[in-house]
């Protein structure tokens, strides 16, 4: 922390002084709203030359586009090149920051804020807990130490990533210092009910009839991992195409396909290229997932992990179901 707090304090005495934030691809709600959070909180300690960014194509997803801080955002492409502070959130690896990830290497120092049990400990100083359950966690932490008064726009930012990184305070990781954090923030005068329809259960009617679609052809493998049960569904391209939807909308499909009673690892690989997915897997906790995707070449936690598969769908699930016995955790 003491370095954490030196590197942003080391900013004050340089008016000119230039802060770049970054965050992963396909920003979810922790990454955009740990770093927008802080990025308002950066702003109320005096600094001027401030850019937030994440790689890709610069589209904030619908359910995010009323964040405070938005006008923080600039398109990867415009960045600062040569910071002198970079600080990244939410990202496991280098890898995750694609063509932003030359930045950490840059003059200036680069701090990274994080919480994944994956994380391979890229840039100069790392503030890494992965019992934290959002990035937002540790941003608020710094924030504090900084001396940064929270208030209502930084507030609503760290509420929707916690929010979102612990399934509306569902997941194992809500401790009660969630809850403190939650209740710190809610006392800002944030409203929970507005914050959590917009982003969790406002989408549009095509998305609706899209997720019928590809719920109907969910598969069930009883006993796909030494007894335990397997259900996967996939979504294409095409299936966005024809329901006239975004890839964001996809995002929330996991959370149907794990209810499954019978299996206890769910996966959803998501379209990305001719032949390239995105596959999101959750576990209910006989298997660890971080491990299946690590092996495969991505990251993320025990029970919600992540990789990129190549080839057709049989293959991408084939390559999961040949990982799942090995990532059985002890009964
Ligand atoms: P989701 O399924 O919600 O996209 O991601 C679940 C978790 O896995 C998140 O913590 C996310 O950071 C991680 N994750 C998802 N996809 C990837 C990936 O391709 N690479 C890495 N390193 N982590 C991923
Ligand atoms: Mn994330
Ligand atoms: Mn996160």
Redesign the pocket.
Same mark, same amino acid.
């Given at each position: 922390w003491a370095a954490a707090v030196a590197a942003v304090r080391a900013l004050d005495g340089d008016p000119d002084a230039r802060v770049l934030l970054i965050c992963?691809v396909?920003p $979810?709600g $922790?990454a955009l709203g740990s770093m927008l959070g802080f990025g308002l909180g950066l702003r109320r300690l005096g600094v001027r030359h401030l850019q937030a960014t994440f790689p890709g194509p610069p589209e904030v997803p619908e359910p995010f586009r009323w964040l405070p801080g938005l006008e923080l955002l600039v398109p990867a492409d415009e960045a600062y090149r040569e910071p002198d502070l970079v600080i990244c959130f939410?990202?496991?690896?280098e890898?995750?920051l694609g063509e932003l990830a030359d930045r950490l290497a840059g003059p200036g120092r680069a701090l990274v804020l994080d919480h994944?049990g994956?994380n391979t400990r890229f840039g100069d100083v790392q503030l890494v807990d992965p019992a934290a359950a959002a990035t937002s966690v540790v941003a608020e932490e710094l924030l504090a130490r900084l001396e940064v008064p929270l208030d209502a726009e930084i507030a609503a930012c760290l509420y929707v990533a916690l929010t979102t990184?612990t399934g509306s305070f569902r997941f194992e990781a809500t401790t009660p210092a969630v809850h403190r954090l939650a209740a710190r923030l809610l006392a800002t005068g944030i409203r929970p009910g507005d914050i959590s329809r917009e982003v969790f259960d406002t989408r549009p009617f095509g998305a609706v009839r899209l997720f019928g679609e590809v719920l109907g052809r969910a598969r069930l493998e009883p006993a796909a991992a030494a007894g335990h049960g397997l259900v996967w569904t996939y979504a294409t391209q095409d299936d966005l195409a024809r329901y006239d939807q975004r890839p964001y909308v996809l995002?929330a499909l996991?959370d149907s396909v794990r209810c499954t009673a019978e299996a206890d690892v769910a996966c959803?690989l998501k379209q990305v290229g001719a032949a390239e997915w995105?596959?999101?897997?959750?576990s209910k906790g006989a298997v660890d997932v971080?491990r299946v995707?690590?092996a495969l070449?991505?990251?993320?936690?025990r029970f919600?992990?992540?990789?990129?598969g190549v080839g057709d769908v049989d293959a991408v699930v084939g390559l999961i179901r040949a990982e799942l016995d090995g990532a059985l955790l002890p009964a």
């Open positions: 992963h396909n $979810d $922790d939410d990202a496991a690896s890898s995750r994944h994956s990184d995002e996991i959803v995105a596959v999101s897997m959750r971080s995707a690590v070449g991505g990251g993320g936690h919600a992990a992540g990789f990129t």
